[in-house]
């Protein structure tokens, strides 16, 4: 019976951690499994980020309230968002009957309040963390004209899959959509000159700051 060759089994795991790093750097993609984003509406958190409210929209057919003037919704609005300017929680409910409830509003604060008024009857409501600027700067400005980079591998197809299932949505259609959402949180490609305002345009060179103005 042969023993076993230290030498040779040392061999055979430089070897294998050497293929495993080529057909990484092959891929564009870490040979660790990467664990895809949660994107769950959590109970527990009553502010979303986009990402999960638009997986929200997309697997429970939330409702959308938007509690910004007439005017601010006509300007530009969440995908399916009802117009409800100043409506209050009761209003909402009435609205949305059973279904799962996403707020949005010019402030956080007043989208915070209807949200917390709503929780007192069903813990399946949340509002937009800042509110529809934060759609449109993530799903609707053309990133790369305000980036210091230009978006990693897969980011623009994914993002082409989201807008597109808004426009027509298709519920067959749902778990290839919320594979990009998965894609797009994991990547967190955001406009740079736009991250801190004054400050992030200073640091870049810019001459100016520029505005995603939304309501």
Not at 21 to 45: K, M, N, Q, Y
Not at 73 to 90: D, E, F, I, Q, V
Not at 124 to 130: G, H, Q
Request: glycine share 8%; hydrophobic share 45%; charged share 20%.
């Amino acid at each position: 019976m042969k023993c076993f060759d230290p030498r040779l089994g040392a061999g055979v795991l430089v070897a294998g951690a050497a293929l495993c790093a080529a057909v990484s750097l092959a891929t564009g993609h870490s040979a660790r499994a990467e664990v895809p984003p949660d994107l769950s509406a959590r109970p527990a958190d009553a502010a979303l980020e986009v990402w999960k409210a638009a997986a929200l929209m997309v697997n429970e057919d939330a409702f959308v309230a938007d509690l910004r003037s007439a005017d601010a919704h006509a300007r530009y609005h969440l995908p399916g968002a009802r117009s409800m300017p100043g409506a209050n929680a009761s209003d909402v409910r009435a609205a949305a009957g059973a279904r799962s409830v996403l707020v949005y509003a010019g402030k956080d604060e007043v989208a915070q309040k209807v949200t917390a008024e709503l929780r007192k009857g069903s813990a399946r409501v949340w509002y937009l963390a800042d509110g529809a600027r934060a759609w449109y700067l993530s799903l609707q400005l053309p990133v790369p004209l305000f980036s210091e980079s230009g978006p990693p591998d897969g980011y623009p197809e994914a993002l082409r899959t989201v807008t597109a299932w808004f426009e027509k949505p298709d519920a067959a259609a749902r778990s290839r959509v919320e594979g990009a959402l998965q894609e797009l949180a994991r990547a967190n490609y955001q406009p740079t000159l736009l991250k801190a305002g004054k400050k992030a345009a200073a640091a870049s060179g810019a001459k100016k700051k520029i505005s995603g103005g939304c309501g």
